[in-house]
Nanobody
Framework: VQLVESGGGLVQPGGSLRLSCAGS????????MSWHRQAPGKERELVAL????????NYADSVKGRFTIFRDNVKNMVYLQMNSLKLEDTAVYYC?????????WGQGTQVTVSS
């Protein structure tokens, strides 16, 4: 199982980015897929989650209405569309796959929101 994130970068406040998570060695639609982030000096936190069966989604209160998690089962990828970015969204963003007692993480991608 391997997860590879991409799409991070430097963006101004109010801007948008789309993060991608490519899965290999497993089927993303069979796992609970989620995005997490970790800012300097802070604990890693859950940002968004998409369930394996119904595809229902959940978001941290801090990103509701601004971020959208979705997956492409054909490409075996999961995305995080981030709009109206704020300075406090700056962090390393990680993709996670979880099923039963197994969990896998990507290496992370840096998102920096700065003017």
């Amino acid at each position: 199982v391997q997860l590879v994130e991409s799409g991070g970068g430097l963006v101004q406040p109010g801007g948008s980015l789309r993060l991608s998570c490519a899965g290999s060695g497993f089927t993303v639609s069979s796992y609970v897929m989620s995005w997490h982030r970790q800012a300097p000096g802070k604990e890693r936190e859950l940002v968004a989650l998409i369930s394996s069966t119904s595809g229902s989604t959940n978001y941290a209160d801090s990103v509701k209405g601004r971020f959208t998690i979705f997956r492409d089962n054909v490409k075996n990828m999961v995305y995080l569309q981030m709009n109206s970015l704020k300075l406090e969204d700056t962090a390393v963003y990680y993709c996670k796959a979880r099923r039963n007692w197994s969990a896998y993480w990507g290496q992370g991608t840096q998102v920096t929101v700065s003017s």
